[in-house]
C-alpha cells in the first residue's frame, strides 16, 4: 500500500470504523504485511469495509485476532491507528 500521509490518515479512519470504532480495539499490532487487531467484538468487522480502505484480505483467527493484510505501508498505518484509538 502507497499512501500519502494524508492517504494514511484517512485509510486509518476508515478501517477502524470497518472494525467496530475506537471502543472495539483492544490493541494493534503490525507485522510484515498484516494489521494485527485484537478487538472486544470481532463479529463487529466488517470485511467489505476493510477492503474498500484498501486492505488485500482479512484473516479471523481461532484466539479471535483479526488480521488484516495490507502490504509495505502497513506499520504507517497501524502508528495512524494507534493515534486515532488513544
Not at 13 to 23: P, T
Not at 57 to 78: F, K, N, Q, S, Y
Amino acid at each position: 500500500m502507497q499512501l500519502s500521509e494524508a492517504g494514511v490518515a484517512g485509510c486509518a479512519a476508515a478501517m477502524l470504523a470497518a472494525v467496530g470504532g475506537r471502543d472495539n480495539v483492544l490493541s494493534i499490532g503490525s507485522c510484515m504485511t498484516r494489521l494485527r487487531l485484537c478487538l472486544r467484538d470481532s463479529a463487529a468487522v466488517d470485511e467489505a469495509g476493510l477492503r474498500a480502505a484498501g486492505a488485500a484480505g482479512v484473516l479471523r483467527r481461532a484466539d479471535g485476532e483479526v488480521h488484516v493484510v495490507i502490504g509495505a505501508g502497513v506499520h504507517r498505518l497501524a502508528r495512524e491507528m494507534e493515534k486515532l484509538v488513544q
